[in-house]
């Protein structure tokens, strides 16, 4: 199993472990980044969720690096319980 750290990661590592988790949290955040960025030029008024236990790491790193997602990133770790605890109540 991945567990992130804190904080990101030297991007250039200097040794085999720091580069292989460098590589992946990196490459995976600049997918994130780019699938993010097209959303909100299709969808400028729109806002990304990120959920889950990565959720907060995720949110930090790619506020990080794109000033213009700051506003627009929210997370919410509890998402999908409340979620299920809409399905048991009657809609109005």
Aim: charged share 15%; glycine share 10%; proline share 7%.
């Amino acid at each position: 199993a991945l567990f992130l750290p804190e904080t990101l990661p030297d991007r250039w590592a200097n040794n085999t472990s720091d580069a292989i988790l460098s590589g992946v949290i990196y490459t995976t955040l600049a997918g994130l980044n780019n699938y993010i960025n097209d959303w909100l030029d299709h969808f400028p008024q729109s806002s990304v969720l990120l959920t889950g236990g990565d959720g907060p790491f995720l949110q930090r790193s790619l506020q990080t690096d794109n000033i213009a997602q700051r506003t627009q990133l929210i997370g919410d770790r509890q998402l999908i319980f409340r979620g299920m605890q809409g399905c048991g109540q009657p809609n109005p």
